[in-house]
């Protein structure tokens, strides 16, 4: 079993982003934190200081996904838990946990940067 590291509220998170996760603006919208339209209640995200942008959204492995960053403080500040949940493929694997709801979804959404993978 993977050790199991704590996350602190300053820690960075990666979301992977599927195409329609981004506004023509350039700024996440809100299902990026839903799934099949709904809150989800358990959003994966990988902690940021265990691995690097490239082998984050390579995970993705689908065209077209950009990585999104938001800090642990975030999703901890409206309810939420964060918590490292390590994938024998994956360890910086992690989890956003707990009751999310439409408007959770906005403010997460809200606090994450589109990351430029490109520079």
Known sequence: MADLETIADDDALYRRLAPDHINPDGGVNSAAFKLRGKPDPSISV????????????????RPGFRL?????????????????????????????????????CRELAEGTALLDLDT
């Open 46 to 61: 990988d902690l940021a200081r265990l691995t690097s942008p490239g082998e984050s959204i390579a995970v993705a492995n």
């Open 68 to 104: 999104g960053l938001l800090v642990a403080a975030l999703p901890r500040s409206i309810g939420l838990t964060v918590r490292h949940d390590p994938l024998p493929e994956n360890h910086a694997h992690s989890l956003v946990e707990g009751e999310n709801t439409k408007g959770r």
